[in-house]
Each structure stands twice: as structure tokens, then as C-alpha cells.
């Protein structure tokens, strides 16, 4: 038969009956073009070997246009799906013709897709098992024709259907031809052998089918070895990822361990003359490893990232299948396997991919732990970038392997670190970290690994002194932290771990004693996240953990601090520890987890906390009994309460317990019901009181037991149902009576101290004790000698009472000085009283009720005590005294006539010698005493003063000189000897002129306005001519001007009285009133206001006494007083007056237009003045917020004298009733009192310049303008000023 008559090109006019080779028609299938194919032809022309390739091919090409056509395509399968297979193979079989057999391979696998469609996977099966049939046969003899059947058993494979596997006949055969294959030199072939055996292993894994067992066991190690020849020799991409597929099938499977245990010198059947033998020698008789390992190097550098990954795919299938050895781990390090991750890692690009399989390499290798750490150490730098880029995905799962590495090296590994890669390290940790703030978390084991290596890197050596390290501890602490305590999932490692951060945290650098900024600001930090976060959150988990391993942990990180070398800031936290009811907490601890760990670790940190509140190792009592103490408070009660005269180990319980009670009662923390601990101290008292003195314990001393005692005997006292045992009570105080004992050098409770004060059969053993403390004191310059007792809590005792804490002071001030103590005592005792006065003021007054004058006057009657630093402190002391007591507490007026008069017969000296000190001091004094004369005290102590010839000498000669200074008086401010001293002597002078108002009225007349001592005789008590006064307040600087225009404003005020008491004329010569009133004048308008309402006032006194001798105004003055009116005015109408301009500075002012207003003979420019436009545009500026006193007043004149129209006074009442209720609702009031703001301002001043402060205080509190006293007083004088506008408003409608 002719091989073309298998095709008619022609279409017949109707389907042909035959072919031209009269085959049946059931063969012959139409195509859509009209013609037709005859697939016995077909077969015929591609089963011929001799067919001519041209034909062939064309037959291909007309058969795959056919089979695209779906009526065909559906004939062929329906009637003769099997037709074809085996000339198709043929057509591999024999043609070498790369096209045709691609064309047929091409087809081949059409048709196995077209059946597959329609369920019919016989076809597919069919081929598979022609092509392995071909290739188990070995008759190709690796020809390129074996070469195309290969192929196309690869792509029939390559479908990855199950059942193909089961259609291969002869399977061994199969295998080991294409063993044999694989020692060929062609790439070619070797690529594609190694993708037909990865899909038969993969199908056959697929399958499960036994039959080959036997052949892959005996050609396991050709197996394994000749894929891995290939692959360490292969160039080519496409052959090494075949070769690495193949490989991974073959681990998965433990091909791998299989060719381990096989040797290659095992040899069966399949091993015929088609292999090519291996011995020991091939691959330099290298062992699997190496090969394996000289075998992926190749892959690794690849830049086909897909070959990379797989690459590193099957070293981890190598390794982890393996259970690998530290000896091979160590070969395959030994070949730079590690190096060539790192160099991979490194040119990655931190491709995921790639990062997470090297990643999971390297940690296979680091078993090897030596051999690997040199390779890591190497590699390091590779890290670290990596490191970045994976901590920026939260819960990436290659982190940890990372951490790892990282820590592995940074432990080990310490010199190839930098400090730059320390700082960029902890830079990354603490952005993870970071994270922890959000809703993303951390992994548990991430978060561990995280806390270690932040911890090895503080363990770093180049780590200290980096700030931006210290700074990502800090960071990352406060995170941790935050994360751990505020999530109730978290894991129980990860608060471990975050504990062991925060510790190490905390020693880091403190053992070389560093005290930089940096390390002092961490400390402080961690102590911090302590005191806030770690120990709330433990007091309110305690009882909710499970397991004792969290609560040992917090208290060994606690204890850990305690530990440390202690400062203030350890002490501070001890302190908040003991504050938070710690040894209860522990107690109760204790009780969830009683085991021996617990409560071991429970009473060494009780030692610890003892050991930083007292020092000196005075928690050893309580390490030493650590093993014997019991579980349970209450049984520490029951030791205490046993006889311990001949039992050592009790006697050490007793000791230890007694520290625990004392500790915790001073800070509050009850561990055991009052009721108890009482009885149990006094039982403890009965049976041991004999060998207290011989058995007293180094820390454990009799004060203790006294402070515990005391403790516990107030709380029996303020809760009256306590009952206490008299014959213990007596005990106790006969022990005390026999030995030298002393509370106030320990830590004591106030109420245990209150309780030791409240007894008068200690009052001499306090006595002595509070004598001891005071030489202590200040021989330490006044620093705290213990750690509780200080002045400021002798101030508490005695200011609130019920004790004899202030009769002891006085009593031991007094035996001092009655029994010729030494100097230092006396002025120890006497400093610490004063120190005591100035903490409490109110102390001043519980000395005076008992009998503190007299003392001190004894100390100023007897020669004996003369020494300057006496004097000078009894003196600050009378000064705190004078100036803390209120009036009424200072009624012994004979001991203060002795003092005054010790201090004036003083004076004189003191003058005479320049001792500036000693004046000031004595000039203080004698104010003082004047100002409480005012409130009728004192009154003889006062005649003293005032009637004192050294002193009246001493003022005039002070005020004459000063007042020949004329214009150079300004230069002798209160910064010169001279002007201190003046302005003291202003002082006394202005609180007698007050006391003289109060008690000696009759003093003041017309002299004080002679202002020439030769005019009448000389005065014989303290005062001040006027026009001296005058002198002062034109010349003086700023402060002598306002003390003078007080002095000034007291006497004129004072002769007012006297003139409406006597109505005597005025004596003074003529003109002498003119002078005062321009010196007056002329202040109208100084800088400081409070001058000028002085100045104010005093005219319009003068204004006054004019009056009242009918002198009419001059023309100078009242153009001067027409100016003052129109400044007034105009101030007032201006809209843009600010509130505080408006309220104070038209006062001065107002004052003046009240006096005038009031006079009979009014200007007659006033009218033009207040007309009724300015008084308009004046009332529409005043609001609720700026209505004065002086403003009120100014408006009711106004009204009386005519000037205010009934719609002025409407709109006025509307303002002040508004102002009103403005007072009413003011929320909050300025209580502060001109006293309590200088103590304030004089904190750190001496004795003189504070007195001086406050008899300043004192003279401004008489001020209208002084702001710094009661607000309250002045809206009172305000509302009473309205209420007399509203009330004359009324009279006037």
C-alpha cells in the first residue's frame, strides 16, 4: 500500500466507502474542511520506519488539525480511542527527528487530555505504559530517540494522576535503565531522567505501591549519589532543579538514611551491566555528606532564586530526616556549607523565601554549637540587616530562628560585636517591642528570646556608656511591661522572662559603681516600672496565679534590688514596698504555695528589706532563722510567746520575730490581730524579762521591744478594747529604770513615741534622750541623725497634745539652766525649741501655757550665760516665740518686763560696739513685744519700751543722722548697716505710735508737730516729729518712704483722736501745716500705692484740721488739688483702663476729692469737673469685677453733696447689687493671712531678716491697699460701703 493514499485531499461528492487502499469505512473519520483520514493508512505510514519524515510530519500536522475539530476529536474517542497509541509511540520509536517527535509528544498528550475530559483515562494509562514499556526494555540503548520517549514519559508523569504509576509492567527494569542513565555525560538526558524518576518516586509514594521495594533498596546508594554527582557537575539550571526535586522526593522518604546504611559496594541484580560500578575512591572516596554538601554549593549561588529556595529545601529535609550527628553537622561546616547561606543571605535582597529557608538551615547547623559559632561569628554582620527587615513583620515565623542566631553569637561570640551593632540591635528589639502597645502581640517564644538577647547584650562588654542603648532598655522595659501585666493570656515564660529583663535591667553597669546620668536614669526607670506597674499588678493577681513559679519570680526580682548596694533610691523602694502591706502579702503568699522554696525565699527577702530600712546587716537575725520560722504569722506569735532562757534556736526565732513585727508595724502592715501581738509581747515580757540585758541580740535590742511595745499598747489605748497586762506594763518599766535606753536614736511609730511621751514615769529617760538627740543634731549641722525622728515630728507630738513633750523640752531647757549646764546643751536644746516653733507655729503656744518665759528669762538674768552665741540664739528664740504665739498665750507680763529690760540695758553696749547683729535682734524683739501690746498684753513689758531712756536716745540720734543725710539718704537702702537699721528703727517707731494709741492714749498731743526740740522740752518716750517723718518720706529710698508715711499716718491719726478728745486749738507755728501738706502733695502720685493712700489719708486728715479752723484752700493748692480731681476723672471715664489700673490707682485720688467734697468751702471748679457727662461715661465704666471701696465712697459723696441724678444712682444700685452676688459666688477666697505669706517668703532667711519680714507684714496688714491679707476683710468693708450707698439712696428718695 502506497503511504499517501492514507489521505484524500479532494472531498468526495459523498462520504467514500473505502480508502484507496480499500479499507472499511468505519475507519475513515471526515473532517470539517470536507476531507477525510483514514486511521488504518495513518497507522500504517507512522508504524513504517522507512515512511519518508516529510510524510510523517505532514500526517502529524493534518491529524492535530483534525483532532482541534470537535466532531472528529469526539469519533475518534468514541470509536478508536486506543487506534493510535501505539503508532504514535512507534513514531518515537523510529524517527530521530526532533520536530516529528515533538509533533507526536505534542499530539500524545492532546489526545490524553481529550480523553481525560470525557472520562476516559485508559488512554493516558495506555501510553504510559507503551513509552515504559520502550524504556524498561533498554532497546533505544539511550539513543536521541530514547532521548523523545523519555521526554514524553516525563510529560505523561508530569499530569500527576496516581493511576499511571500502576500501568507501568516492568518497574525494576524501568528504574534501573534510568539509573544507568544518569552516569551518561549528557546533560540532556540526566535532566530529563531526573524529572521521569521525581515523578515515579512521587507517584509511587502517591500510590503506595510495594512492588518496587526491593530495587529501591538495592539501588539506594546509586540512588541517592548519582543525582548528587550530577548536581555538583551540572551547569545547567534546568538539570540542577530537576536533580534538587528528585533529591527532596528521596528524603522525604528516607532514601537518604537508606544510602547511609546500604554501602555502595552493595550490589543486586539490577545492578547488571548497564551500571557503571562505584568504588571507594569515586568523588576522592568522599562520604555522603561531602558529596552532598560539594553538591549543593553549585545551587546555592544560583540566580535562579526558585533553584535557591529548593536548594535549601532539601538541606533542611537532609538534615532534619536524618536526626543528623554533630559529626556530620561538623562535615558539612567544614565545607563552607554555613558560608554560603550567609553569602545567600546576603545577596538575597530579603526575599522571604530565601531569608526563612537559610534561616532554618542555619539553625539545623548550629547544633554543631563550636564548629558552627566560628562560622557565626563570621557571618554575624549578615544578620543584624536581616534582622531589621524581619521585625518589621509582626509575627513573622522566621524570628525566632533569627533571635537565635543573634543570641547565639552575642553570648558566645562577644568580640566580633561592635558597639554600633549593640546599639542597632536594641534599636530593633525596642520597635518590637513597641509593637507590643498595639493589637499585634508578639509570639511567646519571640518575646523570650527577645528579654535574652537584650540581656546578653547588656552583659556585652562594649555596651556600657551607650546611651542609645540605655535608652531602648528603658523603651523596651516600659513595654514589656505594659504588654505582660495588662494581657491576661500571657504566657507564664514570657513574664518570666520579662522579670529577668527588668533585673538585669536594673544591675546593668552598677557593679563598676558607674553613677553617670544615663545608667542613675535606667535605675530610676526600672524602680519605677516597679513601684507603678510590677508590684500593683502583683498585689492584684496574687491570689488568681496557679503556680508558685510567677510569685517567686516577682519576689526574687524584687529581692534582687534589695540586694544591690543600697541608696536612696533602694531605700525609697523598700519603702514602697513596706508601704503596700508587703509582709502581709508575702504571708498570704505563703499560705497559697506553702513549699519550702516559698517561704526560704519569703523570710531571706523579710532580712533583706531589714537590712536596707535599719543597715548594718540587721536583717541577719532573720536569714539565720529563715529555715526554722513557721509558715503561718500566728505561729510566730506562739514562739514569742516561749521561754527561750536555755534554747538557743528559739531564741534566734524570738529575735527574728521580733524584727518582722517591727518592721511591718512601722509602716501599718498588721500581719497578725493587735489583740494577739500584744498578748504574745507581754507573755514574751513575763518569761524573758531576766535575761534581757545578758541575751540582747546585736540587732534585736531592748528599743525595739520597747517601740513594738508602745506601738501596740497605743492601739490599745485609742481603741479602749484592748486589754494590757499591768504586771508586764511594770516589768518593762522597771527594766527601763535599770538600763540605759534610748527610742529616739531607732526607727519608732508616732503612735508608739506618742504612747512613750504620754507616760511620766519615762520622763526622765526622755528627758535624757530628747538632750541627746538635740547634741546630735547639731553636731551633725542639723541633718537628720535618724531616719524617722526629726523636729517636724516633736512639732506633731506637741501640737496634738495629750503628751509631755513640751513640758520636757521646757523642764530640760530649765534644769540646764538652773543646774549650770554647759553652754552647748543649753543652746543645742534651744536651737531645736526654735527649729520647732518655726516647723509648727502652734507650738509657740503650748510653750508659753507652760512657763517658757520664765526660762527664757533666766537664761538673759544670769551673768553666767553672756557668751554672744547665747544671746543670739535665746534671742531668735523670744523672736519665733513672739512671733508664732497668739496674743492671748503670752500672759506672764513680769518674765517679759525682765526680758525687755535685759535687752534694753543691752542696747546701749551693742550701739557702742557697731554689734549690728546684736541690735537688730533686740530692736525685733522690743517690736514684737509693742505689736502684742496692741491686743492688750503685755501692757508693763510695753511702758518698758516706750518709756526706755538708752532706747529714746537711740531712735533720736538714728533719726537725726539720717535725716542730715538730706538728698544722700537715698543711697542707704535696706542693703546698707544704715539703712537696715533705719528701717528697723521705722518699725519699733510705728508699732509705738500704735501701742501708744492702745495703752498709753494720753501720750499723743501737739509736740509730735513742734519741729524744733527747743520750742518745748525734749520727749521722754520713743516717738518721732513730724516733720522729721516728712524728711524721711521725701528723701528716704522706696521702703523708708513707706514706713515713714505709716509712722506718719499713725500720729496724725493719733493726734486726731486727741484733738476730737480735747478740742484744743492747733499749736503749731504758722506755715507748718503748708509744708506738711506739700510733702504730701507731692507723693499723690508715687510709683507705690500704698505711699500714696498713706499720703492721701494723712491730707485728708490735714484737710480736717483746716476745717476746723476755718482756713480757706489757697489759690496754689487748689489748683493742685484741681489737677489731682482731673487725673482722677479722667482716669475714670477712660474705656481702655485696665481692671487692675481702674480698682487701685484711682484711690489715692478718690480720697483726696472725698476730703474735699466733704469740706464746707468746696471748689468751685469741682461742678465743672463732675458735670454730668463725666459722671455719665465714670458709671458706664464701672462694672461688678472693679467696684472698690474707695469708689463707693467717692459715689455717696457725690450723691450728698448733689452731683448724682436719680438715674445715676439707679444704674449705680443695679452695679452694686450685681457686684453683690459677684462677692457671694466667689468659690474660692484668699485665706492666706499677712503672717502665714512671710513665712512663706522667708524660708531660707536668718532669725533678724525674718522678723523684719514679718513686722513688715505686720504694718502693710493695716494697709487698704495690701493685698496679701484677707480677701474676705476687704469685700466685707466693700459690702458694708454699699450697704451704706443703698441706705443713703433710699434717704435721698
Same mark, same amino acid.
Given at each position: ?982 528701717? &528697723? *528703727?521705722? =518699725?519699733?517707731?510705728? #508699732?509705738? !505710735?500704735?501701742? /501708744?494709741?492702745?495703752? @498709753?492714749?494720753?501720750? $499723743? ?33 522706696? &521702703? *523708708?518712704? =513707706?514706713?515713714?508715711? #505709716?509712722? !506718719?499716718?499713725? /500720729?496724725?491719726?493719733? @493726734?486726731?483722736?486727741? $484733738? ?234
Amino acid at each position: 500500500m502506497h503511504p499517501t493514499a492514507a489521505l484524500s485531499l479532494q472531498p468526495p461528492l459523498k462520504p467514500p466507502v473505502t480508502c484507496s487502499q480499500g479499507h472499511s469505512s468505519n475507519l475513515i473519520l471526515p473532517t470539517a474542511e470536507g476531507g477525510f483520514i483514514c486511521l488504518l493508512c495513518l497507522s500504517v505510514l507512522l508504524s513504517n520506519p522507512k515512511s519518508p519524515t516529510v510524510h510523517v510530519s505532514y500526517a502529524l500536522s493534518q491529524l492535530s488539525q483534525a483532532i482541534s475539530q470537535s466532531q472528529f476529536l469526539h469519533s475518534l474517542l468514541t470509536f478508536h480511542s486506543h487506534f493510535l497509541i501505539s503508532p504514535l509511540v512507534f513514531v518515537l520509536s523510529n524517527f530521530d527527528d526532533e520536530p516529528i517527535a515533538n509533533q507526536t509528544i505534542d499530539l500524545i498528550l492532546r489526545i490524553c487530555e481529550a480523553a481525560k475530559s470525557n472520562s476516559n483515562e485508559d488512554v493516558q494509562m495506555e501510553f504510559a505504559a507503551r513509552v515504559s514499556n520502550w524504556l524498561s526494555s533498554g532497546s533505544l540503548a539511550w539513543s536521541r530517540r530514547q532521548l523523545y520517549m523519555l521526554h514524553c514519559f516525563g510529560v505523561l508523569l508530569d499530569s500527576q494522576e496516581s493511576k499511571l504509576y500502576a500501568s507501568i509492567k516492568d518497574k525494576d527494569s524501568l528504574i534501573c535503565n534510568l539509573i544507568t542513565g544518569l552516569q551518561l555525560s549528557s546533560e540532556v538526558i540526566q535532566g530529563e531522567i531526573m524529572f521521569v524518576l521525581y515523578r515515579l518516586f512521587l507517584l509511587h509514594f502517591i500510590d503506595m505501591d510495594d512492588n518496587c521495594t526491593d530495587v529501591y533498596a538495592a539501588c539506594c546508594p546509586k540512588l541517592v549519589r548519582l543525582p548528587l554527582e550530577v548536581l555538583m557537575k551540572s551547569e545547567s539550571e534546568d538539570v540542577r532543579l530537576n536533580c534538587v526535586a528528585l533529591l527532596t522526593v528521596l528524603a522525604r522518604r528516607g532514601i537518604f538514611q537508606s544510602a547511609c546504611i546500604n554501602h555502595v559496594g552493595s550490589v543486586n541484580s539490577c545492578e547488571a551491566d548497564n551500571f557503571m560500578q562505584t568504588s571507594e575512591h569515586d568523588i576522592d572516596g568522599s562520604s555522603l555528606e561531602v558529596l552532598f554538601a560539594e553538591a549543593v554549593k553549585g545551587p546555592l549561588l544560583s540566580s535562579d532564586s526558585q533553584l535557591q529556595i529548593a536548594t535549601l529545601d532539601l538541606i533542611i529535609l537532609f538534615l532534619s530526616h536524618r536526626d543528623a550527628s554533630g559529626e556530620e553537622l561538623q562535615v558539612l561546616i567544614e565545607q563552607n556549607i554555613a558560608d554560603y547561606i550567609f553569602e545567600m543571605l546576603r545577596l538575597s535582597g530579603r526575599e522571604d523565601p530565601i531569608v526563612n529557608s537559610s534561616l532554618q538551615v542555619l539553625d539545623l547547623l548550629s547544633a554543631a554549637e563550636q564548629p558552627f559559632r566560628q562560622r557565626l561569628a563570621i557571618g554575624f554582620t549578615t544578620l543584624v540587616p536581616i534582622l531589621r527587615h524581619v521585625a518589621e513583620v509582626p509575627f513573622h515565623h522566621v524570628q525566632c530562628l533569627l533571635l537565635k542566631l543573634i543570641l547565639n553569637c552575642v553570648s558566645n561570640c562577644p568580640g566580633i560585636i561592635s558597639t554600633s551593632d549593640v546599639g542597632e540591635i536594641s534599636i530593633i528589639l525596642t520597635r518590637m517591642f513597641n509593637n507590643l502597645d498595639g493589637e499585634i502581640g508578639m509570639l511567646p517564644e519571640t518575646f523570650s528570646l527577645s528579654c535574652r538577647l537584650f540581656v546578653a547584650l547588656m552583659k556585652f562588654p562594649s555596651s556600657p556608656g551607650n546611651s542609645i542603648f540605655i535608652t531602648s532598655i528603658m523603651d523596651a522595659s516600659r513595654s514589656a511591661v505594659s504588654y505582660c501585666l495588662s494581657d491576661s493570656q500571657v504566657h507564664r515564660d514570657q513574664i518570666l522572662h520579662f522579670l529577668y529583663l527588668l533585673k538585669e535591667a536594673y544591675a546593668y553597669n552598677k557593679g563598676d559603681g558607674s553613677s553617670k546620668a544615663t545608667d542613675m536614669e535606667l535605675r530610676i526607670c526600672i524602680l519605677d516600672l516597679y513601684k507603678i506597674k510590677l508590684l500593683p499588678w502583683f498585689m492584684t493577681v496574687i491570689n488568681d496565679l496557679e503556680g508558685e513559679d510567677i510569685a517567686l519570680g516577682v519576689i526574687e526580682t524584687f529581692h534582687s534590688i534589695l540586694l544591690q548596694d543600697s541608696d536612696t533610691h533602694t531605700e525609697k523602694f523598700t519603702v514602697s514596698l513596706v508601704s503596700c502591706s508587703w509582709f502581709s502579702m508575702l504571708f498570704g503568699c505563703l499560705g497559697l504555695f506553702p513549699t519550702e522554696r516559698m517561704r526560704d525565699r519569703t523570710y531571706l527577702i523579710f532580712g533583706s528589706v531589714v537590712d536596707v530600712l535599719l543597715g548594718d546587716d540587721s536583717g541577719q537575725p532573720i536569714r539565720d532563722a529563715a529555715f526554722l520560722l513557721p509558715y503561718d504569722p500566728t505561729d510566730l506569735l506562739f514562739l514569742l510567746g516561749q521561754k527561750s532562757s536555755h534554747n538557743q534556736e528559739l531564741f534566734c526565732c524570738q529575735s527574728a520575730v521580733l524584727l518582722i513585727l517591727y518592721i511591718s508595724s512601722l509602716y501599718n502592715d498588721r500581719i497578725a490581730d493587735d489583740k494577739l501581738i500584744l498578748a504574745s509581747l507581754e507573755q514574751y515580757i513575763l518569761l524573758n524579762s531576766s535575761d534581757f540585758v545578758v541575751r540582747v541580740s546585736v540587732s534585736v535590742t531592748i528599743e525595739l521591744l520597747v517601740n513594738l511595745y508602745g506601738l501596740h499598747r497605743g492601739f490599745a489605748k485609742m481603741s479602749y478594747q484592748i486589754p494590757y497586762s499591768p504586771e508586764a506594763e511594770r516589768i518593762l518599766f522597771q527594766l527601763l529604770s535599770d538600763i540605759d535606753w534610748n527610742s529616739l536614736s531607732t526607727r519608732i511609730h508616732f503612735t508608739s513615741l506618742k504612747w512613750l511621751f504620754q507616760q511620766e514615769k519615762l520622763w526622765k529617760s526622755l528627758s535624757k534622750q530628747i538632750l541627746r538627740f538635740c547634741r546630735q543634731y547639731y553636731s551633725s549641722n542639723g541633718h537628720e541623725i535618724t531616719q524617722t525622728i526629726n523636729l517636724h515630728v516633736f512639732a506633731e507630738l506637741i501640737t496634738t497634745g495629750d503628751n509631755f513633750v513640751a513640758m520636757i523640752f521646757i523642764h530640760l531647757l530649765g534644769e540646764l539652766v538652773g543646774n549650770t549646764g554647759q553652754d552647748y546643751d543649753i543652746i543645742s536644746v534651744v536651737k531645736a525649741m526654735t527649729e520647732i516653733t518655726e516647723v509648727a507655729p502652734a507650738v509657740s503656744d503650748q510653750f508659753c501655757m507652760h512657763g517658757i518665759d520664765d526660762v527664757m528669762l533666766s537664761i538673759y538674768l544670769y551673768s553666767r550665760y553672756t557668751s554672744p552665741e547665747l544671746h543670739v540664739v535665746i534671742s531668735q528664740l523670744v523672736i519665733s516665740i513672739l512671733i508664732s504665739a497668739r496674743s492671748e498665750s503670752i500672759l506672764n507680763d513680769g518674765a517679759w518686763i525682765g526680758i525687755a529690760g535685759k535687752l534694753l540695758d543691752s542696747l546701749t553696749p551693742a550701739v557702742a560696739l557697731d554689734g549690728w547683729t546684736e541690735v537688730i535682734l533686740t530692736i525685733s524683739i522690743l517690736s514684737l513685744i509693742l505689736h502684742h501690746s496692741s491686743n492688750q498684753v503685755l501692757t508693763e513689758a510695753t511702758k518698758t519700751i516706750i518709756l526706755s531712756a538708752p532706747l529714746v536716745s537711740t531712735v533720736n540720734i538714728t533719726i537725726s543722722e539720717a535725716c542730715s543725710k538730706g538728698p544722700a539718704l537715698l543711697d542707704h537702702d535696706e542693703g546698707t548697716n544704715t539703712g537696715e537699721v533705719l528701717i &528697723l *528703727v521705722l =518699725l519699733l517707731l510705728f #508699732f509705738s !505710735l500704735r501701742s /501708744m494709741r492702745a495703752n @498709753l492714749p494720753g501720750l $499723743i498731743d501737739f509736740r509730735f508737730l513742734h519741729d524744733n526740740d527747743t520750742e518745748t522740752e525734749m520727749l521722754s518716750y520713743i516717738s518721732i516729729r513730724c516733720h522729721d517723718c516728712c524728711k524721711l518720706m521725701h528723701y528716704g529710698s522706696p &521702703l *523708708v518712704k =513707706l514706713i515713714s508715711s #505709716f509712722c !506718719l499716718m499713725e /500720729m496724725l491719726t493719733g @493726734l486726731s483722736d486727741y $484733738i476730737n478728745k480735747k478740742t484744743d486749738d492747733l499749736k503749731c507755728r504758722e506755715g507748718y501745716m503748708s509744708s506738711l501738706s506739700s510733702v504730701l502733695e507731692g507723693l499723690i502720685f508715687f510709683d507705690d500705692i500704698r505711699v500714696s493712700m498713706n499720703c492721701a489719708q494723712c491730707l485728708s486728715l490735714l484737710m480736717e484740721w483746716e476745717e476746723l479752723e476755718n482756713e480757706s484752700i489757697t489759690a496754689d493748692k487748689s489748683n493742685w488739688y484741681r489737677l489731682i480731681v482731673e487725673e482722677l476723672v479722667m482716669s475714670l471715664v477712660t474705656p481702655s483702663t485696665t481692671s487692675n489700673t481702674f480698682m487701685v490707682h484711682h484711690k489715692p485720688a478718690a480720697l483726696i476729692v472725698v476730703a474735699l467734697l466733704k469740706s464746707s468751702r468746696v471748689p468751685p471748679w469741682m461742678t465743672k469737673v463732675f458735670d454730668d457727662l463725666s459722671i455719665y461715661k465714670i458709671i458706664q465704666n464701672v462694672s461688678p469685677s472693679n467696684v472698690s471701696t474707695e469708689l463707693v465712697v467717692l459715689f455717696r459723696e457725690l450723691m450728698n453733696s448733689g452731683y448724682l441724678n436719680s438715674e445715676h444712682i439707679a444704674h449705680l444700685n443695679q452695679v452694686f447689687q450685681a457686684c453683690r452676688r459677684h462677692i457671694y459666688n466667689k468659690s474660692e477666697m484668699q485665706y492666706t493671712t499677712a503672717t502665714e505669706h512671710t513665712r512663706n517668703t522667708a524660708v531660707n532667711q536668718d532669725h533678724a531678716t525674718k522678723a523684719r519680714a514679718y513686722l513688715f507684714s505686720l504694718m502693710l496688714s493695716h494697709s487698704v491697699t495690701e493685698t496679701n491679707g484677707l480677701r474676705s476683710q476687704c469685700w466685707k468693708e466693700l459690702l458694708k460701703e454699699i450697704e451704706l450707698f443703698t441706705k443713703c439712696s433710699t434717704e435721698e428718695d
